[in-house]
């Protein structure tokens, strides 16, 4: 079976979290010489860094499923040349911002749901994915304390704290919709790969965001998002991560 | 804003070094920042970061007396030197 080959549900529901992870890994290294101080574009690019190896201890896993060995050519196959209706990536990571009130709106609240995630499948009935969750779980509580030390004196000063709440008026509503049940959820939690429904982290992220930015809000009323369909900012996002392949797709390194 | 000084220490050999410094807005951020900055190649396994602003640092003219105390460095030079004449004398 090829890598192109149409995913099981099991598959859909690995994708929605890898492409997630490898979408947000890509807009956080974008960072790199343009934060606002030099030790940020490192801890910034460091923490998408992170989040690229997850997409890969993922994609692995769909490759596994697959029984394609996963090797750099067909993880990069996986990784980088679907179609782009066949990525199941949210808006959340797909939304090209050059505010960093934005990116470190989005980075905290990635990051919170993606522990909420992480914790869903910490005893899944698939070890390898269980696995995952184990080594990505210590390398987040990193990424949440980064965040938290930066918004901790942002939200402190009248103008900075402006300027985060009305990053969050932008992010928020990406946030939730990245809660819409990716396809093949159902089918996770009944073979005991997952624990429960991302549609159930809504309330523990409403609470979140309430005691983090000390602001009233609430979750909609309906959450329906679909990943099949990608936002007007993807394609020149995937456009710039295949730069160096659309060069020559075949050169050897 | 505050500068922090950066130490590191590999466990169990040698002592904490100076490896730099940094400015930081607050302790958790020093150290996020210093991990990144200093030991994201695992330079040391130990980091201590001390404020510049708690630094006690003692007044230069204080120091300095002590420069001009020869007879403090006992070294043997001139016990050496003394022993060597008589031993040579005696010849």
């Known amino acids: 079976m090829s890598a192109a080959a149409q995913p099981t549900g099991i598959e859909e529901f690995l994708l929605a979290f890898a492409d997630d992870e490898h979408l947000m890994g890509q807009q956080h290294t974008e960072w790199i010489g343009v934060a606002p101080f030099l030790e940020e574009d490192l801890a910034f690019s460091s923490i998408g860094q992170d989040e690229l190896g997850h997409?890969?201890?993922?994609?692995?896993?769909?490759?596994?499923?697959?029984?394609?060995?996963p090797t750099d050519g067909s993880v990069d196959e996986l990784a980088y040349f679907r179609g782009g209706e066949q990525y199941r990536s949210s808006t959340l990571v797909e939304y090209a911002t050059t505010d960093w009130a934005e990116a470190l709106v989005r980075h905290w609240l990635y990051d919170t749901i993606e522990n909420l995630r992480w914790q869903l499948v910490?005893?899944?009935?698939?070890?390898?994915l269980a696995e995952v969750a184990a080594r990505a779980q210590r390398e987040e509580s990193y990424h949440r304390q980064h965040a938290r030390a930066l918004l901790d004196p942002l939200l402190a000063s009248q103008i900075s704290r402006l300027r985060i709440l009305?990053?969050?008026d932008v992010m928020l509503p990406m946030a939730f919709a990245?809660?819409?049940p990716p396809a093949g959820e159902s089918e996770a939690i009944a073979e005991g790969l997952a624990s429960g429904s991302v549609l159930d982290l809504a309330g523990p992220l409403t609470g979140a965001v309430t005691e983090r930015f000390d602001t009233d809000v609430a979750a909609p009323e309906t959450i329906v998002a679909?990943?099949?369909?990608?936002?007007?900012?993807?394609?020149?996002?995937?456009?710039?991560?295949?730069?160096?392949?659309?060069?020559d797709h075949s050169a050897v390194w | 804003m505050h500068t922090y000084e950066v130490f590191l220490k590999k466990d169990g050999r040698d002592e904490f070094r100076h490896a730099g410094a940094l400015d930081?807005?607050?302790?958790?951020?020093?150290?996020?920042?210093?991990?990144?900055?200093?030991?994201?190649?695992?330079?040391?396994?130990?980091?201590?970061?001390?404020?510049?602003d708690?630094?006690?640092?003692?007044?230069?003219d204080f120091v300095a007396p002590n420069a001009d105390k020869p007879h403090r460095h006992h070294d043997g030079a001139a016990v050496a030197a003394r022993r060597k004449a008589n031993r040579e004398a005696s010849e």
């Not at chain 1, 910490?122 to 390898?128: E, G, H, L, R, W």
């Not at chain 1, 993807?234 to 710039?240: E, N, T, Y």
């Open chain 2, 54 to 60: 708690h630094v006690i640092v003692a007044d230069v």
């Open chain 1, 178 to 180: 990245s809660l819409s």
């Open chain 1, 55 to 69: 997409a890969l201890m993922l994609y692995e896993l769909v490759l596994e499923l697959r029984g394609v060995e």
């Open chain 1, 122 to 128: 910490a005893q899944s009935s698939f070890a390898p």
């Open chain 1, 226 to 247: 679909d990943r099949r369909v990608r936002s007007a900012d993807f394609a020149p996002l995937m456009s710039r991560m295949r730069e160096v392949f659309d060069l």
């Open chain 1, 166 to 168: 009305t990053a969050l």
């Open chain 2, 24 to 52: 930081a807005a607050n302790d958790a951020l020093a150290e996020v920042h210093a991990r990144e900055t200093y030991i994201r190649r695992a330079e040391g396994d130990r980091l201590w970061l001390v404020r510049r």
